[in-house]
């Protein structure tokens, strides 16, 4: 059965019984159906142009996690299944609240929450600031909490996520689960491996991207073009 086509949440039902997971060569297919995914093959060549990403940054790889766990319910909805899974198989006591950053890791914790039978602790993104959603009920010291994230590149905005929970929560002695999870961990790989504030990150994939200065970029000096691959689909992402 494709993973694509379920148009009946009975379909749903069946397949998070019959444990269905996904790999990372089933994620890799799906992401590059939807036109989310796009890594560079080969050393650099003038055939081949190379991403320039929002930053202005250039890179051999783009990934938007994010559209796919907004976007797409049923995707999200069985790699929710595969994190909380993992969750409960080592956490020691009962957890809490699940948490992720604003705009993009919302919906997946919320998954993830319901999962577990936890409450969905809500951040807002303003400015590029998290902030606590303060219409709800705050933490009391003893509850121990979560975060879940789509996608990881550094730790920072996952440490801006954990900074919000602890500034609206100020009678909360913080205590966070030391393992954030995460969809796709795509550190760089001339880097050393995440850590979020002494919680490890973990992750259902891991993908090597590699992103450059424009005037020290590999890709440019091998006579590749940098383009912006949601204004060239046709070139990134050829059927989609
Ligand atoms: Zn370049």
Not at 82 to 100: C, H, L, N, Q, T
Not at 207 to 235: Q, V
Request: glycine share 8%; charged share 25%; hydrophobic share 40%.
């Amino acid at each position: 059965m494709s993973i694509l086509c379920i148009k009946d949440p009975a379909d749903l039902d069946r397949l998070l019984l019959e444990d269905t997971k996904i790999g990372q060569p089933e994620f890799e297919h799906i992401m590059r159906l939807l036109g989310l995914m796009w890594l560079y093959e080969g050393s650099p060549s003038p055939s081949r142009p190379h991403a320039l990403l929002v930053s202005g940054k250039h890179s051999n790889g783009y990934l938007d996690v994010g559209s796919l766990v907004k976007e797409h319910e049923m995707v999200r909805w069985i790699l929710a299944k595969s994190i909380s899974d993992e969750i409960r198989r080592v956490m020691m006591a009962p957890v809490a609240g699940v948490f992720g950053a604003d705009t993009s890791s919302t919906a997946l914790a919320g998954d993830v929450a319901q999962m577990l039978g936890a409450r969905h602790l809500v951040l807002r993104k303003e400015g590029d600031q998290q902030i606590w959603v303060p219409d709800q009920e705050n933490l009391v010291t003893g509850q121990r909490v979560v975060q879940v994230e789509e996608l990881m590149t550094t730790a920072s905005s996952a440490e801006k996520a954990v900074n919000a929970i602890v500034a609206g929560n100020p009678g909360w002695d913080p205590s966070f689960f030391p393992i954030v999870w995460t969809i796709v961990d795509r550190h760089d790989p001339r880097e050393p491996e995440l850590w979020a504030q002494g919680r490890k990150v973990y992750s259902l994939f891991r993908y090597e991207i590699s992103n450059f200065e424009p005037d020290d970029c590999p890709y440019c000096a091998g006579g590749s073009e940098a383009l912006k691959p949601k204004e060239n689909r046709e070139i990134f992402f050829p059927g989609c």
